[in-house]
């Protein structure tokens, strides 16, 4: 994904901006560079915006697929949206353990963890082998992962 169609992306965020949630964001500590305030249900409208633009021959993200899309979004890590949308826009039931595993590493904040869970970990046998890999670690993160795998498998 170019820098072009990701800036293009972005302009998707721009337009849902919500400047008031944007400041309580950044008041709040969030450590976002950008954080244009997009309420969920505003980011889920969005990446059916993309996916059409994917199958648009004119669109800025012709010629790319929804699994690329996705791990470019991911890896935007300057951008909450970008991390919000990833995971929407990652095909349901194709994440992979070792995908899953390098995603986790980098979820920021439970307000992730809790989207890359409901819309990406937990379809297949991958919620249940996350959770068994998690559910003792270590790290935080993970192991908030894991207790939101269970609750959603539950």
Known sequence: MTTHQLSAVHKLFRGRQNVV???????HGYQYRVAFGCSLPDVKELCQRIREWLADPESPLSGLDVTEVAEALWADTAVRE???AAPMLYPRGTMTLDVAQRWAQTIPTPEVADVVCMYAFQFGDLGRQLIALWQDSPEPMLRYCAQALIKRLA
Do not use: D, E, H, N
Not at 21 to 27: C, D, M, P
């Open 21 to 27: 949630t944007s400041t309580l964001l950044r008041q």
């Open 82 to 84: 970008s991390r919000l």
